[in-house]
């Protein structure tokens, strides 16, 4: 029964953590922490609970771990000297994680996007029939538009904008070499 609380309250307070720190829960503190999960520790035991929770989500988010990774990371901290932790605390970081992995990531990724995220594109071309010179009559255009979306509003806004096919040409080239510089990287 001991250890079935222990790994409960262990649990719990991962997914305490979790919540305030990637799912924005302000009302979980510390205090809150220590009095529903572990009332009878010391307060300087807990907070060297709670740092070392802490530290092993972090290690986790930062390195986006997958299964394996997490099962080599709980190894090597249940073999630790001092600050690590048992075997049936390293099955319960792994279920914790199992459970809340790909909602993290989402928390850390929509974090660390800008603030504008492009939604969609499109487009036609316009033959001009009347200009001031003649020169430019039945020379075309391309009328863009496109849908950006303001961080984390739900609407999103419109931008539109004329394009001659010299600009056009330009615009072709500059996001042929954003697309050189992706493939680049992505294939490290």
């Not at 250890?3 to 409960?8: H, I, Q, Y």
């Not at 829960?25 to 999960?37: A, C, N, R, S």
């Not at 035991?45 to 394996?68: H, P, Q, R, Y």
């Not at 099962?71 to 075997?87: L, M, N, P, Y």
Request: net charge negative.
């Amino acid at each position: 029964f001991k250890m079935a609380e222990s790994s409960k309250s262990f649990l719990g307070l991962l997914n305490g953590l979790a919540r305030r720190t990637y799912y924005g829960d302000e009302e979980i503190t510390d205090g809150f922490l220590k009095e529903e999960l572990y009332p009878e520790m010391p307060e300087e035991d807990f907070e060297a609970l709670l740092t070392k929770c802490n530290g092993l989500i972090k290690s986790m988010v930062s390195a986006d771990m997958d299964f394996k990774q997490l099962e080599a990371f709980a190894t090597s901290q249940t073999k630790r000297k001092q600050g690590g932790i048992t075997e049936e605390e390293a099955q319960v970081l792994t279920k914790f994680w199992k459970s809340h992995k790909s909602k993290i990531h989402e928390v850390v990724v929509s974090r660390c996007s800008w603030n504008n995220k492009l939604k969609d594109v499109s487009w036609r071309i316009d033959l001009k029939m009347q200009a001031q010179h003649v020169d430019q009559i039945n020379q075309p255009t391309a009328i863009v538009e496109l849908q950006v979306q303001n961080g984390g509003q739900k609407e999103s806004d419109v931008v539109r904008f004329e394009m001659d096919e010299e600009r056009l040409s330009k615009v072709v080239k500059d996001i042929e070499k954003i697309e050189e510089q992706i493939n680049a990287h992505c294939q490290k």
